[in-house]
């Protein structure tokens, strides 16, 4: 896809800037997701509930930061991986055109797509792992009354609040925008025709 006839926009922060800035996406989603799940589920929030928990899994309970972390890493992992292969589903190199790495500053994984695509295909692989990993698990969770389905959900659509942030940055663009993701910072460049 040619460029030469195209303004060039910048919408991007650092990935320092993304952690912060995520957070404004953090708490809107926790209420939507916690507020159906506690009305539908109210006994697994009664103390009585909870002190049966705590009596029958009391040493487990301060093993639960290094469990989340064992279903932390490898989910980040796959978040990255959702984004790539969606994105590599549209470009004409495939999966030749994704990076995978780590921003070690601020400690945050990265999918880059070294390809311009058109605005629909790169908001898909934007929202994908949100979806994926986070919303629907969070939903069956909800429906079903299962807490660790529910966790996951709500934990990986967290997860995914930077990307959010992203497809927040691009709600003014128009259909016929291309976008270039950003190779060092958080968003991407707008390519719209002038």
């Not at 709500?154 to 003014?172: E, I, K, Q, S, Y």
């Amino acid at each position: 896809m040619g460029t030469d006839s195209h303004q060039r926009i910048e919408l991007s922060v650092t990935a320092a800037e993304a952690n912060w800035k995520a957070l404004a996406f953090a708490f809107p989603v926790m209420v939507l997701l916690l507020v159906p799940y506690i009305w539908l589920w109210p006994e697994q929030f009664s103390s009585e509930t909870i002190a049966g928990l705590a009596k029958t899994h009391g040493a487990r309970i301060l093993l639960l930061p290094f469990l989340m972390m064992l279903v932390f890493i490898p989910g980040a992992v796959v978040h990255e991986l959702l984004h790539g292969l969606t994105w590599a589903a549209f470009c004409r190199r495939g999966i030749k055109s994704i990076r995978y790495g780590v921003y070690w500053k601020a400690l945050t994984p990265y999918c880059h797509c070294e390809e311009v695509l058109p605005l629909r295909p790169y908001v898909l692989g934007g929202m994908m792992p949100g979806l994926v990993m986070g919303i629907l698990p969070a939903v069956v969770g909800v429906i079903w009354g299962n807490p660790w389905v529910f966790s996951f959900g709500l934990f990986f659509t967290l997860a995914a609040a930077g990307d959010m942030l992203v497809l927040w940055m691009l709600r003014h663009c128009h259909a016929t925008d291309l976008v270039q993701d950003h190779p060092e910072k958080v968003g991407c460049y707008v390519l719209r025709e002038v």
